[in-house]
């Protein structure tokens, strides 16, 4: 079974610091995802990557940046967390091309 | 720009009834769909995916069928139990980048 941790499920940080959000898979993905989740949205994907060190922006990148230094692991990087940045973030991952994304448990972020 | 709509929001059925949850989107070009589940606080769980190619896929009670050229798919749920409450999600592939966009999601109830 593929399984996609994250390394947080609940988390309070303060406005202005900086978040580091990871997610790691198991199955040997080149695809990895991040989305956030809010009431009345929907997820919205906020970066991708397609391979070690490559990056692509989403709908909604403002405010975030990714690394991706190894295969099984993509970071998600606040510079400066904001109150409007309280949200469910789920990470995903899915082999090449047009194939189902599994979805890790999500971290709740609350910026107060 | 692709665009996933599920109506209604939310729906409470008497335990046992079969019922039928849909999915509408915008941009005909789709290379997959699928049907997520997700459960209070927690991450998505992919149910049925369905090729571009295919008409319905089955998996236990549940059965996706997809009309491309409508724009539109379904997902139908024999025999719904108290176990099947929770979010389901739509989400199409579609797009150069292969991106996934979701719909906002039913939230079904089922009483006992």
Same mark, same amino acid.
Not at chain 2, 64 to 83: M, V
Not at chain 2, 84 to 105: E, H, M, R
């Given at each position: 079974d593929v399984k996609v941790t994250q390394s947080s499920r609940y988390l309070v940080k303060r406005t202005g610091e900086k978040v580091f959000l990871e997610c790691v898979q198991d199955m040997d993905h080149e695809n990895m995802f991040w989305y956030r989740q809010d009431p009345g949205l929907g997820l919205r994907l906020i970066y991708f990557s397609y391979d070690v060190k490559m990056k692509e922006k989403g709908d909604i990148p403002e405010g975030y940046s990714v690394s991706r230094e190894k295969k099984e692991r993509f970071s998600l990087i606040l510079e400066s967390a904001s109150t409007n940045q309280t949200s469910m973030y789920l990470c995903a991952s899915s082999l090449p091309g047009v194939e189902t994304q599994y979805f890790g448990p999500g971290t709740r972020l609350l910026v107060l | 720009k692709q665009e996933v709509t599920q109506i209604p929001a939310a729906l409470s059925v008497p335990e046992g009834e079969n019922l039928v949850l849909n999915c509408s989107f915008t941009d005909s070009a789709i290379y997959n769909l699928q049907w997520f589940r997700q459960d209070p606080g927690k991450g998505l769980t992919s149910l049925l995916l369905i090729q571009s190619s295919q008409r319905e896929q089955t998996s236990g009670r549940l059965?996706?069928?997809?009309?491309?050229?409508?724009?539109?798919? @379904?997902?139908?749920? /024999?025999?719904?139990?108290?176990?099947?409450? /929770? @979010?389901?999600?739509?989400?199409?592939?579609?797009?150069?980048?292969?991106?996934? @966009?979701?719909?906002?999601?039913?939230?079904?109830s089922v009483r006992p």
């Open positions: - | 059965n996706a069928s997809l009309d491309k050229s409508s724009g539109r798919s @379904t997902l139908y749920i /024999a025999a719904s139990q108290p176990g099947d409450s /929770a @979010t389901y999600l739509c989400a199409v592939i579609s797009g150069a980048n292969s991106k996934l @966009t979701f719909g906002k999601g039913i939230t079904l």
